[in-house]
C-alpha cells in the first residue's frame, strides 16, 4: 500500500485545512486510517483514525476541531482541521494499518502563524 498526502500548508490561527490521503491498492476498505503528526524533538502522537466501518478515535488535543472522514469509493481519507492554532503545526503522516501490517506517506508540513 503507498499513501500519498496532500493538503498541508501555511494558514494563521483560527483558520482551517483539509488534508488529504489517497493510497494505492484495492483493499482500501480493510485498512484502518489515520493521521499522526511530528514536531522535531518530540515523539510522533496520534491525531485521528477511522476503522474500515467509520468507527472514529481522536487525540484530546484535536478532539472537537478536527474530523477524520474516508471515501472508500476514491481510495482516500481526509482530516479537516478546523480552529487551528500554533501548537497544531507540525509534519502530519498518513497512516494505513492491515492487520499487523503499517504503511506510511511521506509527510506534510502544516504550519500555523500566531
Known amino acids: 500500500v503507498q499513501l500519498v498526502e496532500s493538503g498541508g500548508g501555511l494558514v494563521q490561527a483560527g483558520g482551517s485545512l483539509r488534508l488529504s490521503c489517497a493510497a494505492s491498492?484495492?483493499?482500501?476498505?480493510?485498512?484502518?486510517m489515520g493521521w499522526y503528526r511530528q514536531v522535531p524533538g518530540k515523539q510522533r502522537e496520534l491525531v485521528a483514525s477511522?476503522?474500515?466501518?467509520?468507527?472514529?478515535n481522536y487525540g484530546d488535543s484535536v478532539r472537537g476541531r478536527f474530523t477524520i472522514s474516508r471515501d472508500n469509493a476514491k481510495s482516500t481519507a481526509y482530516l479537516q482541521m478546523n480552529r487551528l492554532e500554533p501548537d497544531d503545526s507540525a509534519v502530519y503522516y498518513c497512516?494505513?494499518?492491515?492487520?499487523?501490517?503499517?504503511?506510511w506517506g511521506q509527510g506534510t508540513q502544516v504550519t500555523v502563524s500566531s
Open positions: 497512516h494505513a494499518q492491515r492487520g499487523a501490517t503499517d504503511f
Open positions: 477511522i476503522g474500515g466501518g467509520g468507527h472514529t
Open positions: 491498492g484495492k483493499t482500501f476498505t480493510l485498512l484502518t
